[in-house]
């Protein structure tokens, strides 16, 4: 171990390797803080010579290493391993070039999302995968969980917006995946690579598509007197043929939540609010408008308003957005679930959670990106009060066990990481496993990239 | 999140601080807004970083001293409180937690010194006087100075204004419409008397009658900050006495004062005297959100047109909340276009003593600021703590930039007397 460090001391880190105690349990956890664990030394990079010279380090010493950007991740994806070294990545944040002819950008794996968007847009383009904590999340950990959020339902997920990456292969080595265009010719070796949670490699550069900035975007919020009411509609509006970029629904708890925390101002006494954003052309725009318009008060929608104001947008958004933190308003502690079901068996799905969740006497939240049936269960406890962390977490996997039943997936954005990696074998065969743990043999045979994640170490 | 406070060794400020440790849910989202975290960019030197820290050492996990480096470098400046979705009252946890460091560590020697050169000079008025005249004699010997001592030398002014009496009390103009008692700031009475003359003057003129009680000091913000929270409560015990309770609000000019007013409570929690400090600290009010709330009984215009560029003072924007309140006041003024600051929400890095303690990253944070603030092209800044306007005038004037550095309540004044 002490090897390791001293070996690490060599690549010219300077005060940028960090082994004291501060900085080791500063690191200590992402955004899932269930789960702790210091790392022997965290390493913050600066440069691609730097973290290829890092992994190295640990492949020669057999010393396992995990990537972190700014520590959002929700499964514990960049969460420590023990004995390993963190490599932290969020200084390595620039955007590198942006071309508004090929609607590229290049930038490093420390960029934050929103900040490859305020380059875009003097270009008039902008960046469209949407994670609610774009604010401060890292492209590269976007990349490594396939990052999706609140617009990916009309754009689609990270990977549809990869479109190469520059990575350092577990061995150290640097290989260049895809291309500047989409059209790159051989396996989609940049597909493979979105969503691996970092069991292949660190990404160090990334090209990026850029979507021009829409003619215009018109956001709905209407409010119901039930949820299923809500999720009724969201199929109507599916069935009638239109394409929405968002549709979001947010229950009772999570209105409140929000409105404790950020005071977006929703309409009062809503038990359910769906929130549904279109864009694109003006006169395509003002089309769909008067026919969503029509389907939500043929709906039962108890009211609702429609805005194009940038400001009255970004109030509808920084309530829906910030509602996973809010709940700290309502809680001590929670867990957010991140379970997929088929969208036409939503209003099942929420029933049946709502009546888990009476029967348990835990709390839960709901705030969703209905458009996709990605759920997020926000399960509140109080870890004080004894028992009620492992009801909770009963709970969680009750939910999960309901998504897989129901023809859905454990998870949808949030990735397996630590958390729900004991979840894998509800969804997959042993076969379906084996297959992807001799993927990830065929590209770090040694086990040194992010190690535990995803893939539950195998029972000796 | 979870924590295992020692609750009965910490005392009654246990309490504050666990709550704030329990609302974090380390989502990150305060990193963005974090000055030392945007500047160093390591997890340390950030709020939930921070949170962290305080919480091991004060459960015994880590050593107090190893998360001593990391609390000493946060300004304070609150901006996490404002970033934060979760409601975590950042400040409530690392107030007493200075409080609670500050008998527990070990400081060297000129440390010592320089902190108690700070702390029993500039809260008091006549002593501050007196090492401004020792420094304007020192200049010439600054290069060989330690570098925090420079920086004290720096921000002190070259010439004092003169110290200007204040009356006891000033009657309202027409008809009384309120009655507040006024803290007039021991430094920044000193620093520019202007601001509390000024305050005087525009509350009068709009029907307010104002109390100056004759003997107010330090209302002890500096130390409570900094963690000396003995002299704090003697500082606030001395305030609250000073002040009398027939009013309708205490008002404050200089946003530290004014937060570190509003938060008697906590620091005076498991005292015999805190429910009386909660309740004083409830009436103290920042001189915009009190004017604003009354309403200006009528527009002040300009002679010529001005672009004025508002910057936040920290502990009014993120502490206070007081955030539109002074851009109301601005927009009222006729004749003056108010332009946002790119970063506003970013400290300038003056922060209390922390341009003294930390003046490395004092010092960029002020850069930072200056280049900001002169990109808008305004003529005039305007911000609403005397620590902000000391910094970003000296930094502005660096970039070689002199633009006036106003307090909002002086800008308004100047428009009233139609000298601007």
């Known amino acids: 171990m002490n090897d390791v460090v001293a070996a690490l001391g060599g690549i010219g880190l300077g005060d940028r390797l960090l082994t004291g105690p501060a900085a080791l349990a500063a690191f200590s956890s992402d955004a899932q803080t269930a789960f702790q664990q210091r790392a022997i030394a965290v390493v913050v990079a600066e440069t691609v010579g730097e973290v290829q010279a890092a992994v190295r380090v640990c492949h020669a010493a057999g010393v396992p290493f995990v990537a972190r950007g700014s520590g959002t991740s929700l499964s514990g994806g960049s969460l420590p391993v023990e004995g390993g070294v963190l490599i932290a990545l969020n200084r390595m944040n620039r955007v590198l070039r942006v071309d508004a002819d090929t609607r590229t950008a290049v930038v490093e794996p420390g960029v934050i999302n929103l900040d490859v968007t305020r380059a875009a847009t003097p270009h008039g383009l902008y960046y469209a995968p949407d994670p609610s904590s774009q604010s401060i999340c890292t492209i590269g950990g976007n990349i490594a969980f396939n990052s999706g959020g609140a617009h990916c339902l009309l754009h689609g997920m990270t990977s549809n917006h990869v479109l190469g990456v520059r990575v350092v292969l577990p061995d150290g080595e640097l290989a260049e995946l895809g291309g500047p265009s989409a059209e790159t010719p051989g396996p989609d070796w940049t597909g493979l690579f979105c969503g691996s949670e970092g069991l292949f490699g660190i990404v160090v550069e990334a090209t990026l598509r850029l979507m021009p900035v829409p003619e215009a975007v018109r956001t709905s919020l209407a409010v119901y007197d039930s949820l299923e009411a809500a999720g009724d509609a969201v199929a109507q509006i599916v069935r009638a043929g239109l394409l929405p970029v968002a549709l979001e629904i947010m229950d009772a708890l999570a209105i409140e939540a929000a409105e404790a925390s950020v005071k977006p101002g929703y309409p009062p006494g809503a038990t359910a609010l769906l929130i549904v954003e279109l864009e694109g052309e003006r006169d395509v725009v003002d089309a769909d408008a008067a026919r969503l318009d029509a389907l939500l008060t043929a709906s039962g929608a108890r009211e609702f308003l429609a805005t194009e104001d940038l400001d009255e947008r970004a109030l509808i958004w920084k309530g829906r957005k910030a509602a996973f933190s809010a709940v700290g308003w309502l809680a001590p502690d929670y867990i957010v679930?991140?379970?997929?079901?088929?969208?036409?068996?939503?209003?099942?799905?929420?029933?049946?959670?709502?009546?888990?969740?009476?029967?348990?006497?835990?709390?839960?939240?709901?705030?969703?990106?209905?458009?996709?049936?990605?759920?997020?269960?926000?399960?509140?406890?109080?870890?004080?009060?004894?028992?009620?962390?492992?009801?909770?977490?009963?709970?969680?996997?009750?939910?999960?066990?309901?998504?897989?039943?129901?023809?859905?997936?454990?998870?949808?954005?949030?990735?397996?990481?630590?958390?729900?990696?004991?979840?894998?074998?509800?969804?997959?065969?042993?076969?379906?496993?084996?297959?992807?743990?001799?993927?990830?043999?065929?590209?770090?045979?040694?086990?040194?990239?992010?190690?535990?994640?995803?893939?539950?170490?195998?029972?000796? | 999140m979870r924590h295992a406070l020692p609750m009965a060794q910490i005392g009654p400020q246990a309490e504050p601080m666990a709550r704030a440790i329990g609302a974090c849910v380390h989502c990150g989202f305060c990193l963005p807004s974090c000055p030392t975290y945007v500047e160093l960019g390591e997890e340390m030197d950030s709020p939930r970083g921070r949170i962290i820290l305080m919480k091991e050492a004060l459960e015994g996990t880590i050593e107090l001293e190893a998360a001593l480096p990391h609390v000493d470098r946060c300004l304070g400046c609150l901006a996490c409180v404002s970033a934060c979705p979760s409601g975590v009252q950042y400040g409530e946890l690392l107030t007493p937690f200075r409080a609670y460091a500050e008998p527990r560590r070990k400081r060297g020697v000129l440390e010592r010194v320089q902190r108690r050169l700070v702390l029993q000079t500039l809260p008091y008025p006549r002593r501050l006087r007196l090492a401004a005249r020792a420094a304007r004699l020192a200049r010439p010997v600054a290069r060989v100075l330690p570098t925090s001592l420079a920086t004290m030398l720096r921000l002190l002014p070259r010439e004092l204004p003169a110290a200007q009496p204040l009356p006891h009390i000033v009657p309202a103009e027409g008809e009384r419409r309120a009655r507040v008692a006024l803290l007039a700031g021991c430094a920044q009475q000193v620093l520019d008397p202007d601001i509390t003359a000024a305050a005087i003057r525009v509350l009068a003129r709009n029907g307010v009658e104002v109390v100056i009680p004759a003997d107010q000091g330090c209302c002890g913000a500096l130390a409570s900050h900094t963690g000396a929270a003995a002299q704090a409560r003697a500082h606030a015990r001395a305030t609250m006495a000073a002040f009398p309770r027939d009013v309708d609000a205490v008002i404050t000019t200089a946003a530290g004062c004014g937060s570190g007013m509003q938060e008697y409570g906590t620091l005076l929690l498991g005292e015999p005297d805190h429910d009386d400090a909660a309740q004083f600290a409830?009436?103290?009010?920042?001189?915009?959100?009190?004017?604003?709330?009354?309403?200006?009984?009528?527009?002040?215009?300009?002679?010529?047109?001005?672009?004025?560029?508002?910057?936040?003072?920290?502990?009014?924007?993120?502490?206070?909340?007081?955030?539109?309140?002074?851009?109301?006041?601005?927009?009222?003024?006729?004749?003056?276009?108010?332009?946002?600051?790119?970063?506003?929400?970013?400290?300038?890095?003056?922060?209390?003593?922390?341009?003294?303690?930390?003046?490395e990253i004092a010092a960029a944070l002020g850069r930072r600021k200056a280049v900001n603030l002169s990109a808008t092209g305004a003529h005039v800044v305007a911000s609403g703590n005397i620590g902000c306007m000391t910094q970003i005038s000296t930094h502005l004037s660096e970039l070689g930039h002199d633009l006036p550095v106003l307090h909002t309540i002086q800008l308004l004044d100047r428009a009233y007397a139609r000298t601007m």
Request: net charge negative; proline share 6%; with cysteine.
């Open chain 1, 337 to 460: 679930q991140d379970g997929v079901v088929p969208r036409t068996r939503l209003g099942e799905a929420l029933v049946e959670i709502g009546r888990m969740s009476e029967e348990s006497g835990i709390r839960v939240a709901n705030v969703f990106h209905a458009g996709d049936g990605n759920l997020h269960p926000l399960i509140l406890f109080d870890s004080a009060v004894p028992g009620e962390l492992e009801r909770a977490e009963r709970l969680g996997g009750d939910i999960l066990r309901l998504c897989i039943a129901l023809g859905g997936s454990i998870t949808g954005e949030h990735g397996v990481g630590i958390e729900k990696r004991e979840y894998l074998p509800l969804m997959y065969a042993p076969d379906d496993l084996a297959a992807m743990r001799r993927l990830r043999d065929g590209v770090d045979p040694a086990g040194l990239a992010n190690p535990g994640k995803m893939l539950a170490p195998e029972a000796a």
């Open chain 2, 282 to 359: 409830g009436g103290v009010v920042d001189v915009c959100a009190f004017l604003a709330e009354l309403g200006l009984r009528e527009a002040p215009a300009t002679r010529a047109p001005v672009t004025v560029a508002y910057q936040d003072a920290c502990h009014l924007a993120h502490a206070q909340g007081v955030h539109s309140a002074p851009r109301q006041l601005l927009d009222a003024i006729v004749g003056v276009t108010l332009i946002e600051v790119p970063e506003a929400e970013l400290c300038c890095g003056s922060a209390g003593t922390y341009n003294v303690e930390q003046p």
